[in-house]
Antibody, heavy 118, light 108 residues
Framework: QVQLVQSGSEMRKPGASVKVSCKASGYTFTHFSLNWVRQAPGHGLEWMGRINTRSGIPTYAQDFTGRFVFSFDASVNTAYLQINSLKAEDTAFYYC???????????WGQGTLVTVSS | DIQMTQSPSSLSASVGDRVTITCRASQGIRNYIAWYQQKPGKAPKLLISSASRLESGVPSRFSGSGSGTAFTLSISGLQPEDCATYYCQQFYTSPTWTFGQGTKVEIK
């Protein structure tokens, strides 16, 4: 069965970097792009963008350019979200989600909480 | 950018009630909308795609309708396990997406 398993919670100081992983199983990794979605505590869902796991081309939402980097390693069926120059407002759950034709996501990871605090 | 506005932001209903959530797009998006359910502490779950297509395994009490700028998600016969926040998401501007702000459903 399709599964997306994300890395565990992280705590960082402002200005540091963090890398969240999303390991896929149960399907051919390079056949589906992966989306990243942010959810600040008590808030709604924000689409951050996606990585095309066939071409390697990332697409970033307007609010997530510059400090956010999508990547993947197909040899281990894993996608990554790196956030640089962390700010307190980056404190949130980050979800990876399998993409269907750039239309919607049918399977989601369990989420990774990133806490940014001095 | 297309804005997605959900109403109400929260509602409280009794078990067995029919519940309707509305999502309005700032411009026409044909039927390019999906609906998700998110229970507390859990990841979102896809319920409906392309405005009205029920995903496999989703109870038939859930239904979606609409086209253009106005869409609804209905739950006919609310169950305790339906307590969750529901989000709409447009993909008309694919490859970029927008989510609505969410509607929290509680049991009276």
């Amino acid at each position: 069965q399709v599964q997306l398993v994300q890395s565990g919670s992280e705590m960082r100081k402002p200005g540091a970097s963090v890398k969240v992983s999303c390991k896929a199983s149960g399907y051919t990794f390079t056949h589906f792009s992966l989306n990243w979605v942010r959810q600040a505590p008590g808030h709604g869902l924000e689409w951050m963008g996606r990585i095309n796991t066939r071409s390697g081309i990332p697409t970033y939402a307007q609010d997530f350019t510059g400090r956010f980097v999508f990547s993947f390693d197909a040899s281990v069926n894993t996608a990554y979200l790196q956030i640089n120059s962390l700010k307190a407002e980056d404190t949130a759950f980050y979800y990876c989600a399998r993409d269907l034709q750039d239309w919607y996501s049918d399977f989601w990871g369990q989420g990774t909480l990133v806490t940014v605090s001095s | 950018d297309i804005q997605m506005t959900q109403s109400p932001s929260s509602l409280s209903a009794s078990v067995g009630d029919r519940v309707t959530i509305t999502c309005r797009a700032s411009q026409g998006i044909r039927n390019y909308i999906a609906w998700y359910q998110q229970k507390p502490g859990k990841a979102p779950k896809l319920l409906i795609s392309s405005a009205s297509r029920l995903e496999s395994g989703v109870p038939s009490r859930f239904s979606g309708s609409g086209s253009g700028t106005a869409f609804t998600l209905s739950i006919s016969g609310l169950q305790p396990e339906d307590c969750a926040t529901y989000y709409c998401q447009q993909f008309y501007t694919s490859p970029t997406w927008t989510f609505g702000q969410g509607t929290k459903v509680e049991i009276k």
